[in-house]
């Protein structure tokens, strides 16, 4: 949150300097610090907190459901919720394509319960030792389908996109040393992986240039500057105030491969 704030504020102080309104109105500030900006609609240098929000909905209801529902009955709710979300999307996209990739959560939760199912099966060492018989050979076709999912980009590919990364993801994890899964092992990829996080956050400042300067020296600096100077002190100051020690907590290379 601190790194998206500083966004926020740099972009107010902007406007205030050059006298534009690189943010339209004050109400998508207030949906992008309360996270409902995927409602708000519009796209703007801060209209890529759409995704941010969606996830700290989904932040709050999920924990929730599991405490209430447990593993078993969660698995269900996350294989119904994503069909149900995938089959709502696609009978009723013509009323939301004008908007997205803005809309409603439940227009784009399919991924995140897709995710959802697939760690609550690996929880279970049965179902996990199933998966990993036959995941092995679903790397190469998943990637095809993830490509193609990727260049034709509408309503009735998104689901396949969600599946095809759930089955590499779990061929990846159960099988490191395969052809697939080595170069996610990369240092390079790894790190930029580490910093993702504010690359997102600060490329919306960028997002709208065609100065090649801009989006391949200012960004990249921007990025790393958050990441070094907010996000990096911000998540210490976390572990700080929980009071554990820091060998309880991931590196940054543990915590990338796990997430």
Known sequence: MPTAWAYLVVLLLFALITRNRFITEPREVISCLFFYRNFLGGIGLAGHFWSLSVEEQFYLVWPVIMFFAGIRRCRWIALVGALGCAVF???????????????????????????????????????????????????LPAFIILILSLYLQNEETLFLEQISIACLIAATTLHPTAVFARPLSFQSLTWFGTISYSVYIWHGLFMFSHSPLAIFVFMPLFALAGYHLIERPSTRLGHTLTLASPKDFPSETDAFMLS
């Open 89 to 139: 999307r696609q009978v009723s996209w013509k009323h939301y394509s004008h908007t997205f990739p803005m809309g409603p959560t439940f227009l784009h939760a399919d991924g995140l319960l897709v995710g959802c199912l697939l760690a609550l099966l690996f929880a279970d060492e049965r179902i996990r030792l199933r998966i990993a018989r036959w995941s092995r050979f679903c790397a």
